[in-house]
């Protein structure tokens, strides 16, 4: 069975044993997070679309912790001024493990 969820304002399609790297949740580790925004369910057979949502679908999945993304370079820069900025960041993600996706009933 796979499904597309929509969370921290992305959307990922997701199976059961995936592990994602999603926005931080705000759970701490080994927690069950279920997302319930789910925007379309396969299960081999038939395919449901939602309208936006699948109503009944959740998806359950388990928190492994937190890691963090890779870095990305700020670099500004204002010609013939002697103006130069370069920053850093890495974003804190939560890593998950989906368990179960649960269609509509």
Request: with cysteine; hydrophobic share 40%; glycine share 10%.
């Amino acid at each position: 069975m796979k499904a597309i969820i929509k969370t921290g304002g992305k959307q990922y399609k997701v199976k059961a044993g995936d592990i994602l790297d999603v926005e931080l949740l705000g759970n701490d580790e080994s927690d069950k997070v279920i997302f319930d925004s789910v925007l379309l369910l396969d299960d081999g057979k038939s395919v449901q679309v939602g309208a936006p949502t699948v109503e009944g679908a959740t998806v359950v999945a388990e928190m492994l912790g937190e890691v963090k993304d890779k870095k990305l370079i700020v670099y500004k820069y204002k010609r013939r001024h002697n103006c130069r900025v370069k920053k850093g960041h890495r974003q804190k993600k939560a890593r998950v493990k989906v368990l179960e996706i649960k269609g509509a009933a």
